[in-house]
């Protein structure tokens, strides 16, 4: 089974929102909704060096366009989402970052399913990564 099956299968089976996967080692799990699991990874894991990249996989049941920009910082060189922003499909194409998806939606909601994330309106208009990073830090504190 190859990294990106390997993290589709981890995400269903236990019912996760995000699975890393490195080469064949499954390397994070999380329950945590929207991009906390990605600031942790990229912090916890890839500001440490702990995982340099080489065969990142990630996949996540909700992929946005923040979400799509962190994953590219954290070094993702593979994704899978059950659902994915039309938004974060383009953002990944021109990264360069193969994506599969269950199924594709214009944007993500909030959760009162009453307009945009907030985190796909912040990364709006915002194209590297670190950048993106650096927005959500601030809302942060």
């Given at each position: 089974m190859d990294g990106i099956e390997l993290a589709k299968s981890e995400l269903i089976k236990g019912n996760?929102?995000?699975?890393?996967?490195?080469?064949?080692?499954?390397v994070m799990t999380s329950v945590e909704r929207g991009v906390k699991p990605l600031i942790v990874f990229?912090?916890?894991?890839?500001?440490?060096?702990?995982?340099?990249?080489?065969?990142l996989v990630l996949a996540d049941k909700v992929i946005g366009r923040a979400s799509a920009l962190l994953a590219a910082l954290c070094g993702m060189k593979s994704i899978y989402a059950g659902v994915i922003s039309a938004e974060a499909k383009n953002t990944l194409d021109d990264l360069g970052i193969p994506v599969t998806f269950e199924r594709m939606a214009p944007y993500i909601k909030n959760h009162a399913g009453d307009g945009r994330c907030p985190m796909e309106e912040l990364s709006l208009g915002v194209n590297d990564p670190y950048e993106v990073y650096l927005k959500i830090k601030m809302l942060e504190r």
């Open positions: 996760y929102t995000c699975v890393i996967v490195s080469g064949e080692q499954v990229y912090e916890e894991y890839t500001e440490q060096r702990k995982h340099t990249g080489v065969g």
